[in-house]
């Protein structure tokens, strides 16, 4: 089993950053796990950036071209933080060259992009990660597990939500992640792409949606390309362009199981900094979650006393999945990058392995068979059926 796994990230933006850190941290926070990711090699179109990615994570070397990365022999996973869309083309370059493949989502602009995607990597039999990071978090997993083990009984009422206010401001600039040609859709794929995988995840697959959309603020600042990211600011006096992806998502949704279903996705709501939540209800109890506070799972699982009918707070502990990596006491806070950290842990440690782990582009394609539902139903104002995407 391979031990030391030579990573290569393309893309060395705000996540590009957060990746390399990550797997810098894996043989720290999984020591007992063997696991050495070395940094070999990061690219940026912009210059100063890789460089200062190099220098900053030390990466053996640097490039302005992406396909370097993908060449160079040392490398046995490609890590894509890269804008959207750039995800086909070096996805299916590094699984033709025989790497493993790690890809921010949305994995594709379009559900149809991922699962072309999904397609090339399985071709390859390339092991892949998608970077579903909320999952990761400890009660969340708790959460999981109690779910398992039938707790709340038969499910019957799941309410997802990603309700983020990094574009409410009018000024906030024209980032690639408002223009369709380079993101593809906008919080359908953005936002609701990791409502729907924790869904996936604690309830099962979705049989039928329908869904609306709007978008808020249709003009903003322009920025030069390659400088800042969506959450730069211009001014009264800058010249300004057109956004053409939709602020808002929301969903009625019936799952397979019979659960009934809603989510809400929002990148322009007052309000709301990050709020990537879920509640869950059951025949026996009821569960909510909210990244705003991740470290604290709400409970509901009545007893025979009256008096303990309601919701208590669970502070995230030890005997939780992932958290003794961190903190060895209760109710001590982990943060957005620890579960960063168990991201690459999971994605690295199933490459050593030569075992498929989950997420992988599998479960990107399953989100985007459901992005696509949704956006049918835009079209046809009427539920759509989850159907497979026709391969390409």
């Not at 396909?67 to 022999?73: D, G, S």
């Not at 790497?99 to 921010?104: A, D, G, L, S």
Request: glycine share 10%; hydrophobic share 40%; aromatic share 8%.
């Amino acid at each position: 089993m391979a031990k030391t796994i030579g990573v290569g990230v393309i893309g060395m933006g705000w996540m590009g950053s957060v990746h390399s850190r990550s797997y810098r941290a894996v043989p720290d926070r999984f020591a007992d796990s063997g696991l050495k990711p070395r940094l070999v090699i990061c690219a940026d179109e912009v210059e100063s950036r890789a460089q200062q990615g190099a220098k900053q994570f030390g990466f053996d070397a640097c490039t302005t071209d992406w396909k370097q990365v993908i060449a160079h022999p040392d490398v046995d996973a490609i890590n894509i933080a890269a804008p959207n869309n750039q995800h086909v083309e070096i996805a299916t370059a590094a699984a033709q060259a025989g790497k493993h493949i790690f890809c921010e989502k949305p994995v594709g602009r379009s559900p149809q992009e991922t699962a072309a995607i999904a397609a090339a990597a399985h071709k390859a039999g390339a092991i892949t990660g998608v970077g579903y990071n909320y999952r990761w978090a400890p009660v969340v997993q708790y959460a999981l597990q109690l779910i398992r083990d039938g707790a709340l009984g038969q499910l019957t009422h799941y309410r997802g939500r990603f309700l983020v206010d990094y574009g409410s401001d009018p000024h906030g600039v024209l980032s690639w992640r408002f223009r369709r040609e380079l993101a593809g859709m906008g919080t359908l794929t953005d936002l609701m792409s990791h409502a729907v995988d924790m869904a996936h995840m604690l309830v099962g697959p979705i049989q039928r949606v329908v869904g609306q959309h709007k978008t808020f603020i249709t003009e903003r600042p322009l920025v030069p390309a390659g400088s800042g990211t969506h959450f730069s600011r211009g001014d009264d006096k800058s010249p300004t362009g057109p956004v053409t992806n939709e602020d808002y998502v929301g969903v009625l949704a019936q799952f397979q199981s019979g659960v009934v279903g809603t989510f809400e996705t929002c990148r322009v709501i007052k309000g709301h900094g990050c709020e990537m939540a879920f509640e869950l209800n059951g025949t026996k109890g009821a569960l909510k979650w909210n990244f705003e506070r991740m470290n604290e799972l709400q409970l509901h699982l009545p007893d025979d006393n009256p008096a303990h009918d309601g919701f208590q707070i669970l502070p995230a502990a030890p005997n939780h999945p992932g958290y003794a990596r961190f903190n060895p006491g209760p109710a001590i806070s982990m943060s957005y990058e620890d579960l960063k950290v168990i991201e690459a842990y999971q994605f690295a440690n199933s490459i050593a392995n030569r075992r498929q782990g989950q997420p992988g582009f599998a479960e990107a394609v399953a989100v985007a068979e459901v992005q696509d539902a949704v956006a049918r139903s835009w079209q046809t104002d009427r539920w759509e059926d989850v159907t497979p995407i026709p391969s390409t």
